[in-house]
């Protein structure tokens, strides 16, 4: 897990996308020659599907299912973590901090 000074350093992009992905999340994100980053999705049947992770400091849908997560983990508040940092992040990258800020938290 990263540090809460790496977490609040990062911009949005790959590297929180990827964190993202792996800590929050929970999915596998492997380095392949070929494809790169990827990061896996399950499907409906519980199938591997693997893609570019997904853009979720980037684009508030996809952040959207970091916090429908972030809920289902007890995290009542997540609805509004939209607003972490008043202002100083767009409101994915928020998102995405503060997520995984309550996974460091946890883990501590």
Request: charged share 30%; proline share 0%; aromatic share 0%.
């Given at each position: 897990?990263?540090?809460k000074e790496e977490i609040l350093a990062m911009k949005s992009g790959m590297e929180l996308n990827i964190s993202v992905a792996k800590y929050v999340m929970g999915h596998d994100v492997?380095?392949?020659?070929l494809m790169?980053?990827?990061?896996?999705?399950l499907d409906d049947d519980g199938g591997s599907i693997w893609s570019t992770p997904l853009p979720y400091s980037e684009e508030i849908s996809a952040a959207l299912t970091v916090v429908a997560e972030m809920i289902k983990r007890g995290y009542r508040d997540a609805a509004s973590w939209k607003d972490y940092g008043n202002g100083t992040y767009a409101p994915a990258e928020a998102i995405c901090k503060r997520a995984l800020l309550a996974m460091l938290k946890k883990e501590v």
């Open positions: 897990m990263v540090t492997v380095s392949d020659e790169g980053q990827t990061e896996r999705l």
